[in-house]
């Protein structure tokens, strides 16, 4: 049995973007158990010249929900990048995983060698649909998700890999 497009792609970036949404519960709960509000943990970063945990989460969602759509041939929904609070962040996600969860396989199966070409600040990335996704999207999920993962560690959250990861 293969493994399509569509299994490497859109139950992958379900779970990463569930699993982030849970890690952000557990740092909820810390913050509120050190009066820390949400402006100031969405602010967190590790080193002054990073983006904050809010925009990490962002670009998670970004590129699950852009991912999901260029494969499919299709405009990807876009998002306003302004949240300010844990709840708005998680209207984000779940809104991002229902848009994503509305694709169906024979959307994204055979676009290992669709075309795609983004415009990007350093000029233009020019990919194929297979060299896209586990190239691109599905690193940049997984950078961004661990980034925010990280911030959320070093913020005194009592996370770990299984928290991460999820369960199986």
């Known amino acids: 049995m293969t493994l399509s497009m569509y299994q490497a792609a859109v139950p992958v970036f379900v779970r990463a973007l569930g699993n982030l ?48 759509a260029r494969l499919a041939g299709v405009e990807p929904m876009s998002f306003e990048d302004n949240e300010t609070t844990l709840a708005q962040v998680y209207s984000r996600i779940e809104r991002a995983i229902e848009y994503i969860n509305t694709f169906k396989p024979e959307q994204l199966d055979g676009s290992e060698g669709r075309s795609i070409v ?51």
């Open 21 to 68: 949404a849970d890690v952000l519960k557990k740092g909820e709960e810390h913050a509120r158990s050190k009066e820390v509000s949400d402006e100031v943990l969405l602010q967190t970063r590790l080193i002054p010249d990073m983006l904050p945990l809010v925009r990490q989460v962002q670009i998670a969602c970004d590129m699950g929900v852009r991912g999901t």
């Open 118 to 168: 983004l415009k990007m600040r350093t000029g233009e990335m020019t990919f194929d649909g297979q060299a896209y996704l586990l190239g691109f999207v599905i690193p940049n999920l997984f950078f961004h998700c661990t980034t925010a993962y990280n911030l959320l560690r070093k913020a005194g959250v009592g996370i770990g890999k299984t928290d991460f990861i999820g369960a199986a």
